[in-house]
């Protein structure tokens, strides 16, 4: 048996950052294998991400101007890719000024920080930083024509900030559910599992419509055809999703609503009436980002958030928005 490690749940949050470009205007009807199954993803930054500035004083980060969400890139022009080689930098610098590449959204800036030292002697830039997140989500398609895999349906975003984490590298491996959080009014449910080492694919986009990458395991799930846009209604549908039993089950919802071209990527009002599903989770909980919605023998999108205080719904995405964006912010299509 694989060794298990990390015992995680994944968190929702999404910032738009692709436009919307809908199924309706492929000119052929793609055909996946949906998905379903849990994950665990590992995921490094390009750069790493300023979660908090001291403000209590004029502190050194302060000072030199940064900001939450700023993205630290260089170091006296050196690449950085971990909070542990920025810190070093911070503490050998003997005070002296330190260059610093910084990203602020897509604008970059050059600024210098002075560090100082705190009661203990060590200097510091008084700036709280990240560079790295790891979680539990769900598969929605695996692409035979690409390589590629699609998940989440939404980006991965920093806990504290609601950033959208820049991706350097990341990789995905198989994960088992141990454990269901039953969802109630004002309180997030949850799907908690563990990530094993087994590794199935890499990471290579991470935007506001979901994770993308090339997987090297072969795909699971049955190949069924992609819907666009256009053939999506209101009423019955199921969800694909894997609970604490191990098994990817198929559940009961009602399509309620949808807004093709609402530019948030929340293209469609989900309602859970699988009374089983009702009664494992209380509808739909974190960890289930992802799950693929199925109307009519076709992958119409995936679920991607929760109504806090009405859990048996959710938004999903379109599965044309979710190919599309994929394929414009990264993705490379073969030829057949």
Known sequence: MKKMIRYVCMTLAAVLLCPIMTASSQEVRRTVHVGG????????????VVVNVDDSYDSPAKAAGLRENDIITRAN???I???ERLQEIIASSGGADIELS???GKSPLSMTITPETDDDGNYTAGMWIRDSTAGLGTITYFDENTHSFGALGHGICDRDTGLLMPLGSGKIVKAQIGSITKAKKGIAGGLNGY???EEIGEMTVNNSFGVYGKYTDEPEG??????FDSEIETGPAQIIATLDDGELQTFDVEIEGFHLNDKSGQNMVVRVTDEDLLDKTGGIVQGMSGSPIIQHDRLIGAVTHVFVNAPEKGYGITIGNMLSCYEQFGGIREES
């Not at 993803?41 to 390009?46: S, V």
């Not at 049955?222 to 819907?227: F, Q, V």
């Open 37 to 48: 199954m849990p994950f665990g993803l590992t995921m490094y930054t390009n750069g790493v």
């Open 77 to 79: 022009d050196e690449k």
């Open 81 to 83: 890719t971990s909070n």
């Open 102 to 104: 910084v990203l602020r």
């Open 195 to 197: 990530m094993s080492d």
């Open 222 to 227: 049955e190949e069924i055809p992609c819907a």
